[in-house]
């Protein structure tokens, strides 16, 4: 399974942080959305179409927390180029 994206509601502390998770798997999409951190409880989504589980996303994102995008963590074979 492939993580596409991820999302953050920018709240730190097990109460108060949100995620939200994109991924494909063949030719299904999965969405995560999860509340409490690592630790946290999931509830999960699954699509036949990317439309599909955007539309979940979008619908997961709206409200009155700050969400922001994270980079997805690169393949452990890639090197970060010097700055």
Same mark, same amino acid.
């Given at each position: 399974? /492939? =993580? !596409?994206?991820?999302?953050?509601?920018?709240?730190?502390? &097990? #109460?108060? !942080? !949100?995620? %939200?998770? $994109? &991924? %494909?798997?063949?030719? &299904?999409?999965?969405? @995560? =959305?999860?509340?409490?951190?690592? +630790?946290?409880?999931?509830?999960? *989504?699954? *699509?036949?179409?990317?439309? @599909?589980? /955007? /539309?979940?996303? &979008?619908? $997961? $994102?709206?409200?009155?927390?700050?969400?922001? +995008? $994270?980079?997805?963590?690169?393949?452990?074979?890639?090197? #970060?180029?010097?700055?």
């Amino acid at each position: 399974m /492939e =993580q !596409r994206k991820h999302w953050w509601n920018g709240k730190w502390g &097990r #109460l108060a !942080r !949100r995620d %939200v998770f $994109l &991924r %494909v798997d063949a030719d &299904r999409w999965h969405v @995560e =959305q999860r509340a409490g951190g690592a +630790e946290g409880i999931s509830r999960f *989504y699954e *699509y036949g179409s990317a439309d @599909e589980a /955007e /539309e979940t996303v &979008r619908a $997961l $994102l709206d409200g009155p927390d700050t969400w922001r +995008e $994270l980079s997805p963590r690169p393949p452990s074979g890639w090197t #970060l180029p010097n700055t």
